[in-house]
Nanobody, 124 residues
Framework: QVRLVESGGGLVQAGGSLRLSCADSGRSFSRFGMGWFRQAPGKEREFVAAISAYGSTSNYADSVKGRFAISRDNAKNTVYLQMNSLKPEDTAIYYC?????????????????WGQGTQVTVSS
């Protein structure tokens, strides 16, 4: 049974930083791409970032380019999202997603597994 567990969310002031982690268990982590998505109140879930199976390719939403960085440690079955220069509009529940292939797609339909989400709140 595949399980994704996020951690690292919290409350931070605008301009601050947070690092999210997602531990993947129950499958061969290093074979699959991983992604981060977020959903703000009243809005649809949106793509944030993705990384390919071996970490050679990453993909970012325009709204986070230059501020967020996705990385992975295949020895620890964990993917990370380093978030810098946070803005109030980054406030959302952040979800880790496990892909069904080795690439780094942005479409939610390309992901088979989802974590429970972790809340990120950025105050102004």
């Amino acid at each position: 049974q595949v399980r994704l567990v996020e951690s690292g969310g919290g409350l931070v002031q605008a301009g601050g930083s947070l690092r999210l982690s997602c531990a993947d268990s129950g499958r061969s982590f290093s074979r699959f791409g991983m992604g981060w998505f977020r959903q703000a109140p009243g809005k649809e879930r949106e793509f944030v970032a993705a990384i390919s199976a071996y970490g050679s390719t990453s993909n970012y939403a325009d709204s986070v380019k230059g501020r967020f960085a996705i990385s992975r440690d295949n020895a620890k079955n964990t993917v990370y999202l380093q978030m810098n220069s946070l803005k109030p509009e980054d406030t959302a529940i952040y979800y880790c997603a496990g892909g069904r292939e080795g690439g780094a797609p942005s479409a939610p339909s390309r992901y088979d597994y989802w974590g429970q989400g972790t809340q990120v709140t950025v105050s102004s």
